[in-house]
């Protein structure tokens, strides 16, 4: 996890909007592994996040800045991650790999 303190002088102090911000960095092969997603359900996930997953280092970045505070965006940044799970396994099923 990524997060900034950004340190406000004034009435907004600690509410400055860059301190809402995180960013999660995830090996897909981890993911996977942590998962029990098949090489091909990764494949697909990587596919999904399109430019949010780096071809070259095998890592899924997701940001989210959406909540009011960083603990709401944690949470949002995590239901990303299960969904893209989530959706690994609806198109690769364990036990039921598809030929390619």
């Known amino acids: 996890w990524e997060t900034r303190a950004v340190l406000h002088a004034g009435p907004a102090g600690a509410d400055h909007p860059a301190n809402r911000k995180v960013v999660a960095r995830v090996a897909l092969?981890?993911?996977a592994a942590?998962?029990?997603l098949s090489e091909a359900a990764a494949r697909h996930v990587g596919l999904v996040?399109?430019?949010r997953f780096n071809t070259h280092t095998g890592v899924l970045r997701l940001t989210a800045e959406s909540a009011p505070d960083r603990?709401?965006?944690v949470k949002v940044v995590e239901r990303m991650l299960k969904d893209l799970?989530?959706?690994?396994r609806r198109v690769y099923p364990a036990g039921a790999e598809r030929a390619e």
């Open 34 to 36: 942590e998962a029990g």
């Open 49 to 51: 996040a399109g430019p």
């Open 85 to 88: 799970v989530e959706e690994g």
């Open 29 to 31: 092969a981890d993911l």
């Open 71 to 73: 603990e709401g965006n």
